[in-house]
């Protein structure tokens, strides 16, 4: 029984050594000024929030980073941002908003044919799931295809902005 506590404790241990070196190694990579690896620390970063249950920090690092996404015209990292966000405001009760981005993030990932990584799956189609359970079917599906139309300079102004 203590090695499992021990063990709960290396865990968190790590989890939250991690930030750190993720907060580190953005303020390296933003004191050289690039802005690629900066966006996907903040998106590292909204992840991580996100497992330690710190919704508004996660938001406001998805959105840090898809406006650098914007900035430099990165498109691969956008949907993971799109997605991220999405959970995030789901999280915090804002579903048609959540199922319009990831509409925009599954249009965009056809669009540039960028895959949802194979970790991903089960955690959005839980999110996804949920949401249209709330949310209902049909205002569910209206808003994952307001996403899914809208173009990604809006979507993207949009994220950052609200």
């Not at 991690?18 to 620390?41: C, F, H, K, N, T």
């Amino acid at each position: 029984m203590v090695y499992e506590k021990g063990g709960v404790k290396i865990i968190w241990a790590q989890k939250y050594a991690g930030v750190d070196m993720a907060q580190e190694s953005l303020s390296i990579y933003r004191e050289m000024g690039d802005p690629w690896y900066s966006a996907w620390l903040l998106h590292l970063l909204g992840r991580i929030e996100i497992q330690r249950g710190e919704m508004p920090a996660a938001r406001t690092y998805y959105q840090q980073s898809l406006a650098l996404n914007q900035q430099v015209g990165e498109k691969w990292m956008t949907p993971f941002n799109l997605e991220g966000l999405a959970g995030v405001v789901a999280s915090q009760g804002a579903l048609r908003w959540a199922a319009q981005l990831w509409g925009a993030a599954e249009a965009l990932r056809e669009a540039i044919d960028v895959p949802r990584l194979p970790v991903d799956r089960v955690g959005y189609e839980q999110a996804v799931g949920t949401a249209r359970a709330q949310l209902g079917e049909e205002a569910f599906a209206s808003a994952w295809q307001e996403g899914w139309m809208m173009k990604l300079e809006q979507v993207i102004d949009e994220a950052t902005h609200r």
